[in-house]
């Protein structure tokens, strides 16, 4: 069989959009056409070069619509937030839309948002579909993939961890943003880094709720916190003794009858030492639990050689989970794309050498 | 669309029978209308009663050609041993069959079976599925599902370890078949219970390289065990000092002269006292994605608090099968397999 090449532009350069222009360098399966920029530094560099790798003889520019009016498959659509418009505006230039960055399944909420992609859909006779590692993965495509060897679902948990103390040096600089090192009453009193991703995570549990046949009606929120046992020195951030030193993030998806059917967790925490209470879930990323006959779960991590410490790969990991998906989704009939859509996506090119 | 109830039969009534009749009548998704025994003893019985639940209204039968008669949208097939012509018999009765046992994905190997099946689903507009844990899910949609995430993939390894002392005690009566408690040279010498077990498991290897666009050119095995350092007791068996106290089975299935899919199958009666000290660890799978980024994928038992329950897997074997049954009543006529079944979404599981 031939091998069908897929022609795409890569929207912004930040780190997702770095890791996708080295993806589609790499993979004999993608032709870089284009890389669309938003600062004038970036603009008419080459794309190699904004990645970190050799030149590609593709240059980064800030005029869109110049590559909205190239002949490509899809866009690989990375800004920091989705653009509903822009999205829209992308897909009936007649290039199929694949995103890390919002609208992973239609929910009531974002009805109307999603109403306009399908239409520009149906209108440029293209296709878009968003996923990532969680929302889009792990809270989504696996629990529904793990339910496939049980009898009975209870309940589905779905848990992040991200244990800053496994060298995550660079997290440093984001800890007071975070909440960390400032009392619980101050933590609760303001919004914190997780407020507005309820929206998002609401999506994987819908999905995952109307794969197994049920519907969220409502979903709740409540967040837990650590606090030092004594004076934690994280990097050159000090976390006092008594203020907050790891956070954990509920949210409890309720089917129609007020069960509680989808609980995602997230727990960010700067260790496992002088801290209560402690969240230990061992050296794993993502844990998915579904309570039920047999309760049954999943860890997902890094596989890492000497220390022994798994460590997690999120930007990787959401890039390609996406990426994956792009020439499943140029070919599939126009309209939003859902994991059920898509099917088992057999991601092309990526087993090379 | 599918069905609010599909009407199935159960084939056969051993440990994973007996698991898909109770699914079958707790799920309001199927119905039950048929039983088979392969034992005339067992024939006449409630299929409720076997299973060790209430009675179902539905008598077990020995008679094929009573099953055959039945108006039914599919087959559970899961005998201890497969036969080809019974399922092409099923298939040309217009039933559909879904299997945990034996076929997986068409390779040459069964090149002969498949044909004979392809035919059979032809001819009676029905569908045949095999799915299970392993094969069928842990080593096969499991990688496949976690390529998705890799930006580039090396080689896929998929451990099955077993831990005996993690199973309920009737599996302990399975260690001398398996060349436990043996000398390690009588080991050798003789087939083991996974000598053959290859082949069967190579349909997994081949549906991950096809899927990725590959071709599996041939498979090599190697088999190592570690023997006990002393007496070793086990509820109602001793693994005497020097004996095969685990067993570590390598199934390296080769793509343009690489190994691309290796699977092991490690089983121990525990993680002391053994030389090499391979310490498995307990009971689980694990899916190891080598490349970039290197990623890794435990499947296990959930350990929830107050509830210690024996590894599930007979249950995962069962049900692996089971939920894909709405969907390959749905598919085309002919083989399905993970590549084509789509992504399976079980109808009936939280109730």
């Known amino acids: 069989m031939a091998q069908q ?5 890569q929207w912004t350069t930040g780190t997702l ?99 306009k992609i399908e239409a520009a859909c149906q209108e440029g006779g293209t296709s878009y579909h968003g996923s990532g590692i969680h929302p889009g993965f792990v809270g989504d495509l696996i629990p529904l993939v793990l339910s496939r060897i049980t009898s009975r679902v209870d309940k589905v948990q779905v848990y992040e961890l991200v244990n800053f103390g496994h060298s995550l040096a660079g997290a440093v600089k984001y800890m007071h943003s975070m909440g960390f090192g400032v009392t619980e009453a101050e933590f609760r009193a303001r919004p914190n880094v ?38 934690i ?16 993030h509920i949210w409890t998806g309720m089917d129609e009858d007020g069960k509680p059917l989808v609980v995602f967790h997230a727990i960010y925490t700067v260790g496992y030492d002088n801290i209560e209470p402690v969240w230990n879930l061992g050296d794993i ?22 220390d022994g410490i798994g460590r997690p790969y999120g930007y990787v990991w959401t890039a390609m989970a996406v990426v994956n998906a792009i020439p499943a989704i140029c070919d599939a009939p126009p309209g939003v794309l859902t994991h059920a859509d898509l099917g088992l996506v057999r991601p092309r090119g990526v087993v090379r050498g | ?15 994973l029978g007996k698991i898909a009749i109770r699914h079958f009548t707790e799920n309001p998704a199927f119905t039950l209308v048929g039983a088979y025994v392969s034992n005339p003893e067992k024939a006449g019985k409630d299929a409720g009663e076997i299973a060790g639940i209430a009675p179902t209204g539905v008598l077990t039968t020995n008679d094929v050609d009573a099953i055959l008669a039945l108006d039914a949208d599919c087959v559970f097939y899961s005998p201890a041993r497969s036969d080809v012509e019974v399922i092409c018999r099923l298939l040309r009765s217009g039933k559909n069959v879904v299997t945990s046992t034996s076929f997986f994905y068409p390779t040459d190997d069964f090149r002969a079976q498949y044909d004979q099946i392809e035919a059979a689903c032809r001819e009676g507009g029905t569908s045949f599925h095999g799915g299970g844990i392993h094969p069928g899910y842990a080593g096969d949609l499991l990688p496949l ?35 436990f408690a043996i000398d390690p040279k009588e080991f050798e010498s003789r087939p083991n219970l996974l000598s053959g077990a290859y082949k069967i498991f190579a349909q997994s290897q081949a549906m991950i390289a096809e899927g990725l666009g590959r071709k599996i050119d041939n498979v090599t095995t190697r088999v190592e065990v570690a023997t006990a350092t002393k007496d070793i007791a086990l509820p109602g068996a001793l693994i005497p000092k020097g004996t095969v106290a685990a067993q570590r089975h390598e199934w390296t299935a080769w793509s343009e002269g690489k190994p691309l899919v290796v699977f092991y199958a490690c089983y121990t009666i525990g993680n002391e006292d053994m030389e090499p000290d391979w310490r498995f660890g307990k009971t689980r799978y694990r899916v190891i994605m080598a490349g970039d980024p290197p990623t890794e994928l435990v499947l296990q038992g959930a350990e929830l608090p107050g509830e210690h329950l024996p590894h599930p897997g007979y249950t995962w074997t069962a049900m692996g099968g089971v939920t894909a049954i709405p969907a390959v009543c749905e598919a085309p006529p002919g083989v399905v397999s993970h590549l084509n079944v789509g992504l399976v979404r079980p109808l009936g599981l939280v109730r």
């Open chain 2, 145 to 179: 599902t976690l390529t998705r995430i890799m930006n580039r993939l090396d080689k896929v390894e998929v451990h099955e370890i077993v831990n005996f002392l993690d199973e309920d005690t009737e599996a302990l009566e399975h260690l001398p078949l398996m060349g």
């Open chain 1, 17 to 115: 959009g770095k890791i996708g222009i080295r993806h589609f360098v790499d993979n004999p399966v993608y032709d870089l056409v284009g890389v669309a920029a938003f600062s004038a530094d970036k603009d008419g560099k080459d794309a190699g070069e904004l990645a970190g790798v050799a030149p590609v003889g593709v240059n980064a520019t800030t005029d869109l619509d110049a590559l909205l009016a190239m002949d490509a498959d899809c866009v690989f659509y990375t800004p920091q937030q989705a653009n509903v418009d822009e999205i829209c505006r992308i897909l009936r230039a007649g290039k199929n839309v694949a995103s890390p960055t919002g609208y992973f399944y239609p929910t009531t909420t974002k009805a109307e948002d999603y109403a």
């Open chain 1, 5 to 9: 090449k897929y022609r795409v532009i």
């Open chain 1, 194 to 231: 997780l407020t507005d991703s309820i929206q998002f995570f609401a999506e994987s549990m819908a999905q995952v709720a109307e794969g197994l046949g049920r519907k969220i009606a409502r979903v709740s929120d409540e967040i837990e916190v650590g606090l030092a046992t004594k004076d």
């Open chain 1, 233 to 248: 020195q994280f990097y050159d951030f000090t976390i006092p003794a008594g203020t907050v030193a790891a956070q954990h």
């Open chain 1, 285 to 306: 990323h993502y844990k998915v639990v579904i309570e039920g006959d047999p309760s049954s779960e999943m860890l997902l991590s890094g596989h890492d050689g000497a």
């Open chain 2, 1 to 15: 669309m599918s069905k609010s109830s599909y009407r199935v039969i159960q084939w056969a009534t051993g440990r």
